[in-house]
């Protein structure tokens, strides 16, 4: 059996699925994965600035102008739509019980039409006044300055995105270590499981299959895993509901 025919077996007999994905999911809808070498080099040449430092809670303060004009360039891409990963899984939703847990911020599994959705790294469609706590979308930012400022009180607008030295959000992580508790399949997909905490979620799946895809080998140990070193989009568009 091939390896696509291998993960559409363990797909349909699964009841209850975790998808946990990275970067690597929304590169094939055009997002920039800036710790990719491409992207660290273009932000190396321009910034000057280890990518760690410039998405830090402390930058942020200091260096709001620079910080904007590297999150609006290397963040927000208005042209990326959702690949075929993003879309079967939100079928897939409609079928199954499946929780999706996104290091992205790009908001492209909502965009497809999935609902079970724990972003642990925030969105960057999801924005609010530092003094008066004014939600604004991604469209009233990108309406607004170069460092946006609340029409309402004129304070600083901050991203609701998880910022190096910023605590994840408690409840999304409770959750997603539920999830992940109780999953019986767990797909792993566009991710090093290098970036905090990752590595450390994925250790709660008790179930009995991982499914790790992922352009090159991950060092995951199980013993019932299936590996494929293949874009993530191009392996969900070869599978049916
Ligand atoms: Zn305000």
Do not use: W
């Amino acid at each position: 059996m091939n390896k696509i025919d291998e993960l559409q077996k363990l797909i349909d007999s699964a009841n209850r699925i975790v998808f946990f994905g990275g970067a690597g999911v929304s590169t094939e809808s055009g997002i920039k994965d800036f710790r990719s070498k491409d992207g660290l080099y273009q932000l190396h040449s321009k910034y000057g600035c280890p990518y760690e430092q410039m998405l830090s809670h402390t930058y942020f303060f200091e260096n709001t102008d620079t910080f904007y004009k590297f999150y609006r360039e290397m963040m927000i891409n208005t042209n990326a739509k959702p690949n075929d990963a993003h879309k079967y899984l939100a079928k897939l939703e409609k079928s199954k019980n499946v929780t999706i847990i996104t290091q992205n911020i790009d908001g492209l599994h909502q965009e497809a039409g999935s609902i079970n959705v724990l972003e642990i790294h925030g969105s960057i469609h999801r924005n609010s006044c530092l003094d008066c706590h004014e939600h604004f979308s991604l469209e009233d930012i990108l309406k607004l300055d170069n460092v946006p400022r609340c029409p309402k009180c004129g304070g600083l607008i901050k991203p609701d995105v998880t910022l190096y030295e910023e605590q994840l959000d408690i409840g999304v992580l409770n959750e997603a270590i539920y999830q992940l508790s109780h999953a019986d399949l767990l797909i792993i997909a566009g991710t090093s499981l290098s970036v905090y905490p990752a590595s450390g979620l994925v250790n709660y799946f008790r179930g009995s299959n991982i499914v790790v895809i992922n352009k090159e080998p991950l060092n995951v140990r199980s013993n019932n895993l299936l590996e494929i070193n293949e874009p993530v989009g191009k392996v969900f568009g070869q599978l049916h509901i």
